[in-house]
């Protein structure tokens, strides 16, 4: 079964409003979990670094004010898209090192974004 | 910076056909290189990996052999299976930290019976 759940797996939004997405580690705890996303036809990219109990770390031309992430708990990382756009539409992803297991590395199902 | 070229798909193949999706990476520093898998509606998984040059990954009857003189990391399987069909995603560790991975776009493979 999932080892890291994401939720949700499709999200259709309106443009100006906001969007969350979860993702969660089931069988073990992570204080570090990673976003990317994916634009049509291209490579995923890294997002951000998601950090437990502290601020997340942006990679470069991330938008840190639009792309809200919050670490709160060792289980739970969540990716708020705000005031979102169509450009913002995209396929997003986390993982989660699993430190416990020689840093095995789980993804999420993924989530698909469309801003109508 | 870091980057990862993989073969674009999408790729159709009969069943029991070899298989070869290509790879390369930028060579910088000694990175830990990846496959991972995507099935219809689930998440990565892990395929195989290598950590250093001429370790081969290997899983499933998949191989692929970490190429230093050629920064090439080639996804190979000698015969291919229906159950096969899925979206597969060449990584390397980053520069920032193997937890951290560089994607290739993604090779879609389909396998028909």
């Known amino acids: 079964g999932a080892v890291v759940s994401q939720h949700p797996s499709r999200v259709i939004c309106k443009s100006g409003t906001s969007v969350k997405i979860e993702c969660r580690s089931l069988?073990?705890?992570?204080?570090?979990m990673f976003w990317y996303r994916q634009f049509p036809k291209k490579s995923l990219m890294l997002m951000a670094t998601?950090?437990?109990?502290?601020?997340?770390?942006?990679e470069q031309g991330v938008e840190k004010d639009k792309f809200l992430i919050n670490h709160a708990s060792l289980t739970l990382s969540t990716l708020t898209v705000t005031s979102a756009h169509p450009e913002d539409s995209s396929f997003y992803i986390c993982?989660?090192?699993?430190?416990?297991?020689?840093?095995?590395?789980?993804f999420g199902e993924g989530s698909w974004l469309t801003v109508v | 910076g870091d980057s990862v070229t993989q073969m674009e798909g999408p790729v159709t193949l009969s069943e029991e056909a070899f298989l070869t999706i290509n790879c390369t990476y930028t060579?910088?520093?000694?990175?830990?290189l990846f496959w991972y898998v995507q099935y219809p509606g689930e998440g990565l998984q892990l395929l195989l990996k290598?950590?250093?040059?001429?370790d081969k990954g290997s899983n499933k009857g998949f191989e692929a052999t970490y190429r230093k003189e050629t920064t090439s990391f080639h996804l190979e399987k000698g015969s291919v299976q229906v159950s096969d069909s899925a979206v597969y995603f060449c990584a390397r560790g980053s520069q920032g930290g193997s937890e951290k991975l560089v994607f290739g776009k993604g090779t879609k493979l389909t396998v028909n019976p």
């Open positions: 060579a910088t520093g000694y990175p830990s």
């Open positions: 993982s989660a090192p699993d430190r416990g297991t020689g840093n095995t590395i789980y």
């Open positions: 998601s950090n437990e109990g502290s601020k997340a770390t942006y």
């Open positions: 290598a950590t250093k040059a001429d």
């Open positions: 069988d073990f705890q992570a204080t570090t």
